[in-house]
């Protein structure tokens, strides 16, 4: 059972940045492949990123690609989403979902645990 929290979202001006933070509870955290969502209103939650296990591969949304970066710290149970020039199409609830496989992990249904969500605003 894994257990996910995420924080750091906000309000912020086109071209700003945010980190978004996802502490997970569980001592298999390492395990996971850890992925971020987003679902804007009106519209189907999609992938954002994803980061294996250790760290060493990553894939993002072309729609984020040179923009985002994830990145993990297994010693900590955390997964961050660096978000730089932020454009107001970001703007969306983000969530951090954790899954066993990476075969699937820019698809929804490949996450076993998902947190509640922080919303994030681009918007002057």
């Known amino acids: 059972q894994v257990q996910l929290v995420e924080s750091g979202g906000g309000l912020v001006q086109p071209g700003g940045s945010l980190r978004l933070s996802c502490a997970a509870s569980?001592?298999?955290?390492?395990?996971?492949?850890m992925g971020w969502f987003r679902q804007a209103p009106g519209k189907e939650r999609e992938f954002v990123a994803a980061?294996?296990?250790?760290?060493?591969?990553?894939y993002y949304a072309d729609s984020v690609k040179g923009r985002f970066t994830i990145s993990r710290d297994n010693a900590k149970n955390t997964v961050y989403l660096q978000m730089n020039s932020l454009k107001p199409e970001d703007t969306a609830v983000y969530y951090c979902?954790?899954?066993?496989?990476?075969?699937?992990?820019?698809?929804?249904?490949?996450?076993?645990?998902w947190g509640q969500g922080t919303q994030v605003t681009v918007s002057s």
């Open positions: 980061i294996k296990w250790s760290g060493g591969s990553t």
């Open positions: 979902a954790a899954a066993r496989s990476w075969f699937t992990a820019t698809q929804a249904h490949g996450y076993d645990y």
């Open positions: 569980g001592r298999t955290f390492s395990t996971y492949v």
